[in-house]
């Protein structure tokens, strides 16, 4: 027992709540390209196929290891003296907030491309955040604390990403309007970025001698972009294909899933309302739990198990979906709703489970010489083929309905399920956790 109370204490530690902000401002422009878009362009008659195609916006994010080594390495000319860290912070945080006014600002009825250009934009100025965040996340922390970290971050991405944006989105777009609710998201999501800015350290981390990108471009280049690939390869050798394998398919399941639910509760005859408080409210306080226990496990029996563990609740979740597709539009508020409950209840709880052990593991991976780079790499091979794949799911529900759509989600999670019981069977994490973190 005296075990389980210090995992539970090691949440609390000063250092680690400092971490919950940094998850609120990279969930919030998140959260509002995801649900409150994809209902709002639905509800104004925007074809399936088209939503399931604008979810490669996300692509975005996942190839954000292209401009990594710039937040790594290039100094801002009129913010260097604020630290490498924070300067780039305050300039993705001024156009992410700018975007979100000008997404409220469109409407998909008379100008789909310009709100389309702008969610593009939204998703690269909060992708550039995000390298930063992350970094942050990494140096912020010790390695021992990285279970808690990654814990404590997913639960502010999880309320940042769901109630703030989410929820508070849905909620103020079916009462008063979507562009009002962009406006009110971008609000919170400034004073928030003001709080951080003076709230938030300049983390102490060792630095490689300064490169000039102008006197030494060759040199700076290599610096930023090659050696970060090197490190990987040298630190891991023979095991890296099977670490890469791991990230790239670990989250394709669920991720797949994702475009087509929120087109999926409207067709069944769901409010916004009712999707605001069944799916995001109820939906996210399970996620939390989640996110919380994640953390705890793997603190307290280690990462490898609960990675394999993870990976078999994502495939087995997704399959109660089939079931609420039969039920459909016939859904007795008596006897089946509380199936939508216990099916979003499953999803959600595997979804902050899984985010923590993700992240967890990424995190361990890389060398706090390259942190945001090495990071945006990994994070990248882990969201390109969900992403990809994501946007051909509004044609396959066209062409073959939910029910067969559900069932391929859930198929998808099979190589994860081989890939996890590898790494576990080998111990190969117990290598990571004492190489991963040597510079």
């Not at 196929?49 to 801002?76: E, H, M, N, T």
């Not at 250009?117 to 922390?141: G, K, M, Y």
């Amino acid at each position: 027992m005296n075990g389980w109370s210090l995992s539970l204490k090691a949440y609390i530690k000063p250092n680690l709540l400092i971490i919950l902000p940094l998850g609120l401002l990279a969930g919030i422009p998140y959260g509002m390209i995801v649900d409150p878009l994809n209902y709002w362009l639905s509800k104004s008659g925007v074809d399936r196929s088209a939503i399931g195609l604008l979810s490669l916006v996300f692509l975005v994010y996942s190839i954000k290891a292209l401009w990594a080594p710039l937040v790594d390495r290039l100094q801002i000319p009129l913010l260097r003296n604020l630290g490498q860290r924070k300067s780039w912070l305050l300039l993705s945080q001024f156009f992410t907030f700018f975007f979100l006014i000008a997404i409220g600002l469109n409407d998909p009825k008379s100008n789909l491309e310009l709100l389309v250009s702008c969610v593009l934009a939204l998703a690269f100025f909060s992708a550039t955040q995000d390298i930063c965040l992350d970094a942050l996340r990494i140096e912020l922390v010790n390695k021992e604390e990285l279970g808690q970290s990654a814990a404590v971050y997913q639960l502010g991405w999880r309320v940042g990403g769901v109630y703030i944006s989410q929820v508070l989105g849905l909620l103020i777009g079916g009462m008063i309007g979507y562009s009002f609710a962009y406006v009110v998201v971008a609000i919170v999501f400034l004073g928030l970025s003001i709080f951080i800015f003076f709230k938030m350290p300049e983390p102490e981390r060792e630095i490689r001698p300064y490169l000039s990108i102008y006197s030494e471009p060759t040199r700076w280049f290599k610096d930023s972009f090659i050696d970060p690939f090197l490190d990987l390869i040298e630190r891991y050798r023979s095991e890296l294909v099977l670490l890469l394998l791991l990230i790239f398919f670990y989250r394709l399941s669920d991720m797949y899933l994702g475009p087509m639910v929120m087109p999926f509760y409207r067709e069944i005859g769901f409010t916004e309302t009712e999707v605001a408080l069944v799916t995001n409210a109820f939906g996210t306080l399970v996620t939390l739990t989640g996110v919380f226990i994640g953390g705890l496990l793997v603190h307290r029996w280690g990462l490898a198990i609960n990675i394999f563990y993870g990976a078999l609740l994502t495939c087995l979740t997704n399959l109660p979906f089939v079931y609420l597709n039969y039920l459909g539009n016939d859904l007795d508020p008596t006897n089946d709703l509380p199936f939508l409950w216990v099916t979003i209840g499953l999803d959600n709880f595997t979804q902050g489970f899984v985010g923590t052990i993700a992240i967890t593991f990424i995190s361990r991976v890389v060398s706090q010489s390259y942190t945001a780079t090495q990071y945006a790499i990994l994070f990248m091979l882990g969201t390109i083929p969900s992403r990809i794949l994501g946007s051909s799911s509004g044609f396959v529900v066209n062409e073959y309905g939910y029910h067969d759509f559900f069932l391929i989600a859930s198929a998808l999670g099979i190589p994860a399920i081989i890939l996890s019981y590898i790494v576990w069977r080998k111990k190969l994490l117990f290598s990571i956790n004492e190489t991963a973190r040597k510079i």
